[in-house]
């Protein structure tokens, strides 16, 4: 049991445990959706037998875990984030995280729906996604080799190589370099991914 020493532990009071669980469960359910890990561990903290301020003192917990899962860019799988009620594609997911400050998950969403489209257009423009190694394996390109091929016939010589530097940002963030672009720049890669997707639809 705790008892109001416990407080000064980082326990939550009692008369703050209904408003804390409120908002946790609704932020919860609007970031992640009804499908998630953390919404399912939030759903058993608050089915279990606890008192009220330590079953906020939990879901606080997996909101603090959430929080740093969206710092780092790992929330979900992208089929997971498509999936989500609250955004409709991860351009929109991105858009929202950007704005809420998390600027290195939204360069890699964005990146990811960038890296997603080319595919989508090197089916449209019959270019292979394959390639075969030495060794005989069958192996993924690159995105950025695959805007060199698709950059012979489905856009333009600009626009190839502005998917070029959004690789590079992309592949920045992905990779933890997190101090080489800034919100605007993340700004601008979202932006920009949105209208080209619509100028060049797969």
Not at 139 to 165: C, H, M, P, V
Not at 185 to 196: P, R, T
Request: hydrophobic share 40%; proline share 0%.
């Amino acid at each position: 049991m705790y008892d109001d020493a416990e407080t000064d532990k980082g326990i939550i009071t009692d008369s703050d445990a209904q408003g804390v669980l409120a908002r946790a469960e609704a932020a919860i359910n609007k970031i992640c959706g009804t499908d998630s890990a953390y919404t399912s561990r939030m759903r058993a903290i608050l089915d279990g037998a606890y008192i009220e301020r330590y079953r906020a003192d939990l879901v606080v917990g997996v909101v603090r875990a959430l929080k740093g899962d969206l710092e780092d860019g790992y929330l979900y799988t992208f089929s997971e984030l498509v999936r989500g009620e609250l955004f409709e594609n991860l351009i929109e997911m991105a858009k929202h995280l950007v704005e809420e400050g998390y600027k290195d998950a939204a360069a890699v969403i964005a990146g990811a729906s960038l890296e997603s489209h080319l595919r989508e257009l090197s089916k449209k423009y019959v270019v292979a996604v394959d390639y075969t190694a030495k060794n005989g394996s069958i192996k993924k390109k690159t995105a950025e080799r695959l805007n060199q091929e698709l950059g012979k016939s489905a856009y333009s010589l600009f626009d190839q190589k502005q998917i070029t530097a959004w690789l590079d940002l992309r592949n920045n963030a992905a990779h933890g370099n997190y101090a080489e672009y800034d919100e605007v720049q993340v700004a601008k890669l979202i932006e920009w991914v949105g209208d080209f997707i619509s100028r060049n639809p797969a």
